[in-house]
């Protein structure tokens, strides 16, 4: 079992992860999401299919899981959101990546590239330096 920080544990509901019984690290969806905003802004539902798409189908999030997200960032003031018109011309709220976002991406995006980096050390996938 790997003992991480209990800030670093949450299960993430995701499609064919989820049906495996695995778990996510926690902070994965909350750095996938920024990482979804950094381009523009987004609505849910195309935040959620971005993801669906960029990982190749393999991460399915739900509603469920996306939206308490969302709402934990703009608590957090790493995203914004407004009302606006979606492309098939529905009233959407739309999220964007606040600079203060941008900064915990990059602090996200450095974590995760460490712990992967370290993983990757265990399972002798990667030398040591």
Not at 21 to 28: R, S, Y
Not at 42 to 50: P, Y
Not at 62 to 72: D, F, K, M, V
Not at 86 to 112: D, H, I, M, P, V
């Amino acid at each position: 079992m790997l003992l991480l920080p209990r800030s670093s544990m949450e299960a993430m509901v995701v499609g064919k992860t989820r049906q495996t019984g695995k778990e996510m690290l926690k902070g994965t969806l909350d750095m996938m999401i920024l990482r979804t905003l950094a381009p523009g802004d987004a609505h849910g539902h195309t935040i959620a299919k971005v993801i669906e798409r960029t990982s190749e189908d393999v991460l399915e999030v739900e509603q469920g899981s996306l939206y308490p997200a969302l709402h934990r960032l703009e608590n957090r003031g790493w995203v914004s959101s407004y009302w606006g018109v979606s492309e098939n011309n529905r009233k959407a709220k739309f999220y964007c990546l606040t600079s203060a976002g941008k900064k915990q991406l990059s602090r996200e995006t450095n974590r995760w590239r460490q712990m992967a980096r370290a993983i990757a050390l265990v399972m002798g996938e990667e030398t040591a330096r």
